[in-house]
């Protein structure tokens, strides 16, 4: 099936530092990837669409200077959280929609822990 | 703006016994509805959609466009389904945005 990979699995920074976060589809192409955020036992909260070869659709109240997001190619997009507070930390998960299906696949999700 | 209600944030049930999983909705157009299951330690998945009106390790919802909802049932409940359960929303079927209901913690219990 679908596989869809998030690199790193976890990570540990400073405050003030930025952390980039990558999210591959293994065996499809996803033209359209998502990112969301997960608070301890809460569900996900949608950040921003990311689409191949455009710019990403920022949800209301997420700062895109602060989320950066890129999606070069069709199995790729990375979220930078830039100028980490600890307030950042959370589990970002990432999806990926396969152009075929319609289907969203989703990552393992990256856990971020800013001291 | 759409919306997606678990009114249950805790499920607990004896193996064996029915389950139902209640998801309301509020949407003007004409969404497509998803379960999605994450059991412990694993990632998201999804365990079925509306449109494909199939049954997947028994599990069966049926989307009542009258009462807004999407409720997920299985006849008899087994301990391996204990998991997180996520109710979600999509605005099309082209792959868009979801929105996801709180979601409902399942125990079943031996």
Redesign the interface.
Known sequence: GAVVSQHPSWVICKSGTSVKIECRSLDFQAT?M?WYRQFPK?????MA?SNEGSKATYEQGVEKDKFLINHASLTLSTLTVTSAHPEDSSFY?C?A???YT????????TRLTVL | AQRVTQPEKLLSVFKGAPVELKCNYSYSGSPELFW?VQYSR?????LL?HISRESIKGFTADLNKGETSFHLKKPFAQEEDSAMY?CALSEE???????????TQLTVNP
């Open positions: 359209t998502f809460q569900s996900l909260m949608l669409t998960i999806s929609s396969d152009s319609d289907t969203q696949y989703f990552g393992p999700g | 999605y694993q990632r998201l998945q999804l959609r996520y079927t082209s792959g868009s945005r979801l929105t996801f209901g709180e979601g």
